[in-house]
DNA sequence: AAGCTCTGCTTTTTT
DNA sequence: AGCAGAGCTT
């Protein structure tokens, strides 16, 4: 298979990178090899992560390890990609075979394989969107009894959270927040009737992709082995990152595979979704016959650039031990620049990249991160009127855009006529029909046994020229194993509703050409609305192709993992770093503190940091104190500073 | 009683 | 841009 010259195993020196050739240094190259059992690696940020864990699976691969017996987990859809493909630079199609995914995909993926072994029958992922929705029809139950209920979309996050850290709903109120006792046991009521109504509609969300799977595993030993004698090596990029749910899931994987987990305390920001650095800090007290390496040099930027980043991290309460060493030298001091406006901001980003286009550099290399999706929002249009090729990742995706979602819901109420939530959004979008009549008609649906029977039954209780309702989820029937025509079908029948309900209608109908070129790689409507469900393609990412010659606006939360030789932090300023919302609550403003660190760190030859201090920014407290702010003692000689 | 329209308010990060 | 709530129309 591989000629090897020497006796001796093969052992990896070097990794194929879309920018060249990368040696491994002797603690990376320790860690690849590493034939003990479990080990967490530990590396600053540019130290080479995802190359070890990369040069890892090579190593692995090449020295008899089959492909298929690997599983990836990473924390995103787009890592996940990343390394594939990386993967398959160094070892070509076998890299395909390597099971690699999100911790949800690959849960998900594994209960469709067997989903009686789990207890599951015909369901369907909810998103986000939709578990908001769900919780507002049940809110709005509760609310009757006069008294008060936070929003859905917190009541979303509180039992998301709750979850994520295996804790029950009381105790975790009771700890983590403000509410009275009698606020937390109505909180709790409206979830289970929440929970209630999601087992009847035969719904998961995001959060039981984890926990069914994790439950059923540490229930049923036979199911346990037969899944984890799946695997001989569980690769985890990010490991910082990863919940209790999480590792609870990697506790049942875990033996009799090896464990490899890579991952940086000072890049932990992901907290909001119950991750917890303990999965790092106690790894070895979990696992004592593991091993720990620590990676140190930075090969990604040079040391003006981690020489403010250092001093960022020294100037928190917690010790990171963390000194980024440079091994590509002292380069060019990052900028930090002030103007008046974020009107102001944006224009001068737009004529320097313009100016860096025209003296040769490519757009793509260039990346603007922020902090919030919104925060972007005046440097996007000046983007756009100023022509510059851009891509924006984080924030809204295409499936959350009203119209792509209209779409979609057509195409789920005609998979079931059980679909609760599909079938209210679908008929309210028609005149005359609220959320009363809606309710009364999915009521009399759900006596019927078959989609079709329960479609004619509807008929009958409406009106000729209401006949056109039924006709929508009848087509897409028709055409449920051809995805594109099911799609532009739908596409037609929607329009004439959509464009009075819509303004802009024009742009928003290029989406849909859009998801019919999407749905022609499906072949069928089953796979295309799960793929979307779980890693929806933002409007952007999806118009354009990957390599294409386009600036990178991207949220830093999003942007963990990635690089770019020329970065622009936008809107540093109080108010922003930290966040207003995370003020006043130590945990999450040192949070904030690391997300400002890992968007420091993205760069690689240079580091413009830009804001623009006008009174609203000053005003955010009452009493006009000034708020908490990142860069309020920043030393001149750190950067190099303009006006 | 049900649906519609207008207005003002808020706007994190992701699977 | 989207949501909740008030008040108006059918």
Redesign the pocket.
């Known amino acids: 298979m591989k000629k090897n010259n020497s006796k001796k195993k093969s052992s990896v020196q070097e990794i194929k990178t879309i920018s060249g050739k990368r040696r491994l240094n002797k603690k990376q190259r320790k860690a690849v090899k590493y034939k003990e059992k479990d080990i967490l690696v530990l590396a600053g940020a540019g130290a080479g992560k995802t190359l070890t864990i990369i040069a890892r699976a090579v190593y692995l691969i090449r020295n008899g390890v089959d492909a298929k017996r690997i599983l990836l987990l990473t924390?995103?859809?787009?890592a996940a990609k990343e390394m594939v493909d990386r993967l398959t630079l160094n070892i070509g199609d076998n890299a395909k075979k390597v099971t690699a995914g999100?911790?949800?995909?690959f849960c998900l993926r594994t209960m469709r394989q067997m989903p009686k072994r789990f207890g599951l029958k015909g369901f369907t992922v909810i998103?986000?969107d939709d578990q908001i929705d769900l919780i507002?029809l049940v809110r709005g139950d509760y609310l009757k009894k006069k008294s008060k209920l936070p929003?859905?979309a917190e009541l979303a996050?509180l039992y998301?959270y709750a979850r994520n850290t295996n804790t029950g709903i009381l105790k975790y109120l009771k700890k983590f927040s403000e509410y009275d006792k009698a606020t937390s046991k109505h909180i709790r009521n409206v979830i289970k009737a929440y929970e209630k109504r999601k087992r009847n509609n035969h719904y998961l969300d995001?959060?039981d992709l984890l926990q069914r799977f994790g439950k059923r595993l540490k229930k049923d030993k036979t199911l346990r082995k037969r899944i984890s004698r799946l695997y001989d090596h569980i690769l985890v990029d990010e490991m910082q990152d990863t919940n209790p749910l999480q590792w609870s899931i990697l506790e049942e994987l875990r033996n009799p595979a090896k464990l490899y987990c890579v991952g940086d305390d000072a890049q932990s920001?992901?907290a909001?979704?119950g991750a917890d650095f303990e999965n790092v800090h106690s790894f070895k007290d979990r696992i004592p016959a593991s091993a720990i390496l620590r990676l140190k040099y930075n090969y990604r930027s040079t040391q003006r650039i981690l020489d403010l980043a250092n001093w960022l991290l020294e100037q928190s309460p917690i010790d990171y031990d963390k000194r980024l060493k440079a091994v590509r030298g002292v380069g060019i001091k990052p900028k930090l620049i002030d103007f008046n406006s974020d009107f102001d901001e944006a224009e001068w980003i737009t004529q320097d990249l313009w100016k860096r286009y025209e003296s040769g550099s490519p757009w793509k290399d260039h990346m603007i991160l922020t902090?919030?999706?919104?925060a972007s929002r005046t440097l996007e249009a000046f983007l756009i009127e100023r022509d510059i090729p851009y891509k924006f990742?984080?924030?809204f995706s295409l499936l959350?855009?009203?119209h792509v979602k209209d779409l979609f819901i057509l195409i789920r109420s005609a998979a079931s006529h059980h679909d609760e939530l599909a079938w209210i959004r679908y008929l309210?979008l028609w005149?005359?029909?609220?959320?009363?009549?809606?309710a009364k008609l999915i009521s009399i649906m759900k006596e019927k046994n078959t989609i079709k029977k329960a479609l004619k039954e509807i008929a009958v209780n409406l009106t000729r020229e209401q006949q056109k309702i039924v006709a929508g989820p009848k087509t897409v029937i028709k055409y449920w194993d051809k995805p594109a025509k099911a799609i532009r079908a739908s596409a037609r029948l929607l329009t004439p509703l959509l464009s009075q309900r819509?303004?802009?209608w024009k742009q928003r109908q290029k989406d849909f050409q859009l998801l019919v070129k999407l749905a022609k790689r499906y072949r069928s409507l089953n796979k295309f609305i799960d793929t979307f469900t779980?890693?929806?393609i933002t409007t952007a990412s999806a118009k354009r192709m990957e390599d294409e010659d386009v600036v990178t606006l991207i949220?830093?939360?999003?942007a963990k993992g990635t690089e770019a030789p020329v970065c622009y932090l936008i809107r540093v300023e109080p108010g922003m770093y930290p966040?207003v919302?995370?003020i006043g609550d130590e945990d999450?403003e040192e949070?904030e503190r690391r997300?400002l660190y890992v968007a420091m760190t993205r760069a690689k030859d240079e580091l413009l940091i830009t804001r623009s201090c006008n009174e609203n920014t000053n005003t955010l407290r009452p009493g006009g104190s000034r708020p908490p702010y990142f860069l309020a003692d920043l030393p001149s000689n750190l950067v190099k500073q303009k006006y």
């Open positions: 924390f995103t859809r787009r999100t911790f949800h995909h998103d986000r507002k929003r859905a996050n998301s995001f959060d920001i992901y909001f979704r902090r919030t999706a919104w990742i984080g924030g959350q855009a009203a309210t005149p005359k029909i609220g959320d009363v009549t809606a819509y303004d802009k779980l890693d929806p949220t830093v939360h999003s966040y919302r995370s999450a949070e997300i």
